[in-house]
């Protein structure tokens, strides 16, 4: 069983910055792509970041150019760099994971969950 689990998250003012780490472990065959998700209390769940195998990332435009998805391929782990946060950035953020356990179908593993608060 693949699992992941999530740190980084907590409280930061206006402009700050903060870096988000989800590190999978478990029997891992391969990795097809890494993305972060975010929700807040009735709001749908929206992609924040997303990057695939081959490198190429795709964020939306409520963050680009603030956020990154830089990922560490060796350890297994995708980070969520967050620069000029907003207080709209107040969220939970969860990182999804597409991998091939050990049979060597994929499928979509889900991070517990990383709280951010942005103060004004």
């Known amino acids: 069983q693949v699992q992941l689990v999530e740190s980084g998250g907590g409280f930061v003012q206006a402009g700050g910055s903060l870096r988000l780490s989800c590190a999978a472990s478990?029997?891992?065959?391969?990795?097809?792509?890494m993305v972060w998700y975010r929700q807040a209390p009735g709001r749908e769940g929206e992609l924040v970041a997303a990057?695939?195998?081959?490198?190429?990332?795709n964020y939306p435009d409520s963050v680009k150019g603030r956020f990154t998805i830089p990922r560490d391929n060796a350890k297994n782990t995708v980070y969520l760099e967050m620069t000029s946060l907003k207080h709209e950035d107040t969220e939970v953020y969860y990182c999804?994971?597409?991998?091939?356990?050990?049979?060597?179908?994929?499928?979509?593993?889900w991070g517990q969950g990383n709280e951010v608060t942005v103060s004004y």
């Open positions: 999804n994971v597409k991998a091939a356990g050990r049979w060597g179908t994929y499928d979509h593993y």
């Open positions: 990057i695939c195998s081959s490198g190429k990332t």
């Open positions: 478990g029997r891992i065959l391969s990795i097809g792509s």
